[in-house]
């Protein structure tokens, strides 16, 4: 019996076989990536101008993501992501052990200081917002878990650029267009801030995002390690507030994110 072998591959092998396009699964995509990248809000109309697609095209695409959960379609007809893709990462996210380590210390933080306060790490040049716990407060500022902000507008962000390694952040601020579209003067500056950040070892801005708003951050975690994130509170200024003046509570703050980064390892 004559035997044959089969014909050697080569490593190219798999850049010869056909790419097939799956087009609903695409489209599928693009919405929920362009709501995550939006975080506003967006109308079938809307989404398919952002898209360059007709609205006919997304109507059973829209409807099919509402059923199974990813959007919910507000009042006046924007869809919004749902927090279903945020909870299905956890499921097996690297940082499921940092969110276990921060809910005791974080809840007692909150209930001592009645402020409300989130803990955020980097994601996709992204600042990913992993837990928020409310104040126990009838008006208190809260941000949501899951949402994505700008890692170079917000203090969080800054902060976590502050105590990464410098080509990782350089790195991350060559892709950003809000940092790409400040002057000369202006990144010198903004450098210059993360800087005194690091040496600090925390981060304070009001009115950063809106009126009224005061954040006060910290760091958790070796900046060294892999694992990094950060600690925020979140307060509104006002004749409520429990705390005229946020430093008060640094020592507190600082106290909590050492007790998540040793429960957690990150230390």
């Known amino acids: 019996m004559k035997h044959t072998t089969a014909p050697e591959t080569d490593d190219t092998d798999a850049e010869r076989r056909p790419k097939y396009a799956v087009p609903a699964v695409e489209k599928a995509l693009d919405v929920l990536e362009l709501l995550s990248a939006q975080a506003v809000p967006m109308t079938q109309a809307q989404l398919a101008r952002a898209l360059g697609r007709e609205p006919s095209e997304l109507f059973r695409m829209l409807s099919a993501l509402e059923a199974r959960g990813y959007l919910r379609r507000e009042d006046n007809g924007g869809y919004v992501l749902t927090l279903k893709l945020f909870e299905l990462s956890r499921t097996h996210s690297p940082h499921e052990q940092l969110l276990r380590a921060a809910t005791a210390p974080m809840r007692e933080l909150v209930d001592n200081i009645r402020e409300s306060c989130h803990l955020s790490v980097l994601h996709r040049d992204q600042l990913l917002v992993l837990t ?117 509570l640094l020592p507190r703050l600082q106290r909590c994110a050492e007790d998540i980064g040793r429960i957690a390892g990150i230390a």
């Not at 104040?135 to 700008?150: D, K, M, N, Q, W």
């Not at 991350?172 to 003067?185: H, K, M, N, V, W």
């Open 132 to 248: 928020q716990v409310d104040a126990p407060t009838s008006i208190r500022l809260s941000v949501e878990a899951g949402s994505l902000h700008s890692a170079v507008d917000t203090l969080s962000g800054q902060v976590l650029l502050a105590n990464s390694p410098e080509d990782e952040r350089d790195e991350l601020l060559g892709r950003r267009a809000e940092y790409q579209r400040r002057s000369a003067d202006e990144r010198t500056a903004y450098l210059a801030l993360l800087a005194k950040m690091r040496a600090d070892g925390w981060g304070y801005a009001e009115n950063a995002r809106f009126v009224g708003g005061r954040d006060l951050s910290v760091p958790v975690g070796n900046p060294r390690g892999r694992t990094r994130a950060v600690l925020t509170i979140a307060s509104l200024r006002g004749t409520h507030t429990a705390h005229d003046d946020l430093f008060d």
